[in-house]
């Protein structure tokens, strides 16, 4: 497994506010929130960036986007909204090269998914 602060996450290595697990993914809340409410849902399988993921495994898209929404229910801020981010090499804004999800909620959103 490649050595991101994510892998690190996974294996142990680092503590991490884990607020969901399961065989596939892992959740935690971001060091560095944009919003009240700001988890990062990454799989435990490796891709670098989501133009690694290969067709046959797009349900790793959507296990992660189901469990954010599941989360978002769960802590109250779905029916409010909230907004799903994932960003796909520098240019985009990705600074850890292993695919995640963030989950923004807890407040309006502004355009770029800062609070308003």
């Known amino acids: 497994m490649p050595d991101t602060i ?17 065989e596939h993914l892992i959740a935690f809340r971001d060091i560095a929130p944009q919003a009240p409410v700001h988890v990062l849902f990454v799989p435990k399988r490796d891709y670098a960036t989501l133009n690694d993921v290969p067709e046959e495994d797009a349900v790793v898209i959507g296990r992660l986007a189901t469990a954010a929404a599941r989360y978002a229910k769960a802590q109250g801020v779905a ?4 907004r799903i981010v994932m960003n796909c090499n ?15 909620a807890g407040a309006p ?8």
């Open 6 to 22: 994510f892998h690190k996450i996974l294996r142990r290595e680092i503590p991490a506010d884990i607020v969901y697990e399961d």
């Open 79 to 82: 029916e409010s909204g909230y």
């Open 90 to 104: 520098q240019d985009a804004g990705q600074t850890v090269f292993q695919i995640h999800l963030h989950l923004l």
């Open 109 to 116: 959103l502004g355009r770029f998914g800062t609070p308003a």
